[in-house]
């Protein structure tokens, strides 16, 4: 299995300028979104915003994995300019190759994007907090309090991290703060939308759309293949989210270009689904249907002999 070192320090053949130009775009449509600001209606705003600053999310994933360029300093550049304030790229980029080992995916202790805890963990927590995440455990608790739920526990982490002397999570934060300083200096001195308004606006709905990916990405069952999602998305989604909605397909070709990635699924789609057991979504409406007022799952660890100690 590839390890995380490995997915970060192997190298395209060639720039795919296909993805440099979706990145301009991206920036350049956020741009104009945040200019018109004052002549448009939230309810236009928000989904617009959404939409632009979940596939900026997106564009940072791929940036991490080593595209559209060779050069990894250069591929962080093209997307440093941060509009969700979410959390600093680098740190995505490390915690999210450490998820990439396939072995420990859904581990509450040794996969950085789990969203389990461990039993008893979960048995000390007080009522309200259990309620609390439960229904965070529903999509509509995940879009709704994600944001603020998501947010307050890395950062917390994050701090008490720098404040214990971590370096290089002191130099990672020092440079989302320029990055995040930017989108805000156009959004309030250029477009005059003040910080609430570009907060709740653009910032919030943009983690929430990107948490409706990763609301299903992974289950917590003994079979590691059958731990990731395929959800059959339609174009739009698809784009917004880089086909990670084929979120198989990415586990098994991390390197792999996110428009190359539904040829890829077409021509091993049977094969994916014999190994995942089926765990597929046919598009995001399914998953609406399913989980937006029901618990996905407990959020206790169902079975702790499933993990590796």
Known sequence: MQQPTEIATAKPTEIEWLTVFLIAATYGALALLMWFYHALPFWVIMPLA????????????????????????????????????????????????????????????????????????WARLPAPMKQLYTI??????????????????????????????????????????????????????????????????????????????????????????????????SPLLSLMFLNNNLHLPHHKKPRMAWYRLPAYYRAEREQMLRENNGYLMRGYSEMFRRYFFKPKEPVAYPDTGFLKR
């Not at 962080?76 to 990439?100: D, G, Q």
């Open 50 to 121: 959404g939409y632009l600053i979940a596939l900026h999310g997106s564009l940072q994933h791929e940036a991490l994995h080593g595209h559209p360029t060779r050069n990894a300093l250069l591929n962080e550049l093209l997307v440093f300019i941060n509009p969700s304030f979410w959390f600093p790229y680098r740190r995505y980029r490390k915690l999210h190759l450490t998820h990439h080992n396939d072995d420990n995916l859904t581990d509450p202790t040794l996969d950085p994007e789990s969203y389990y805890m461990l039993p008893d963990e």
């Open 136 to 233: 965070h455990n529903t999509l509509a608790g995940r879009m709704l309090l994600g944001p603020i739920i998501g947010t307050t526990r890395f950062w917390t982490v994050e701090f008490l991290e720098i404040l214990r002397g971590d370096a290089e999570i002191a130099r990672a934060w020092a440079l989302h703060i320029l990055a995040c300083g930017t989108t805000l200096a156009y959004a309030v001195w250029i477009c005059e939308i003040p910080v609430w308004a570009y907060l709740v606006m653009f910032a919030w709905p943009g983690i929430a759309f990107s948490l409706v990916r990763s609301f299903c990405e992974h289950q917590a069952v003994k079979d590691l293949g059958e731990r990731t999602i395929v959800v059959e998305a």
